[in-house]
Nanobody
């Protein structure tokens, strides 16, 4: 099992940037795909971005070209660089780890609020 701790959320104006970090411990991080989900009030959770153990990435259409996911296996950390933020990006962002064919490990979440 993997323990995940997010940081880097906050309040930013529209058009601004934030970088989320997720520190992982408790398992062999480098072998696991990692990702970021988000959940806005009244909406379903959305997989925003994912990165495989070899660095291949995927993004939700809503964030393509604005968000970048990356990982540093030496530091057991995954990042989400968010640029050109929009009010609709406001949500709680969760770091997730994949194992046993599912997103099994979740962080506690970090709030991102984008003001217009």
């Amino acid at each position: 099992q993997v323990q995940l701790v997010e940081s880097g959320g906050g309040l930013v104006q529209a058009g601004g940037s934030l970088r989320l970090s997720c520190a992982a411990s408790g398992s062999i991080f480098s072998r696991n795909a990692m990702g970021w989900y988000r959940q806005a009030p009244g909406k379903q959770r959305e997989l925003v971005a994912a990165i495989t153990s070899d660095g291949s990435t995927n993004y939700a259409d809503s964030v393509k070209g604005r968000f970048t996911i990356s990982r540093d296996n030496a530091k057991n950390t995954v990042y989400l660089q968010m640029n050109s933020l929009k009010p609709e990006d406001t949500a709680v962002y969760y770091c997730v780890g994949r194992r046993d064919f599912g997103w099994r490990d979740w962080g506690q979440g970090t709030q991102v609020t984008v003001s217009s």
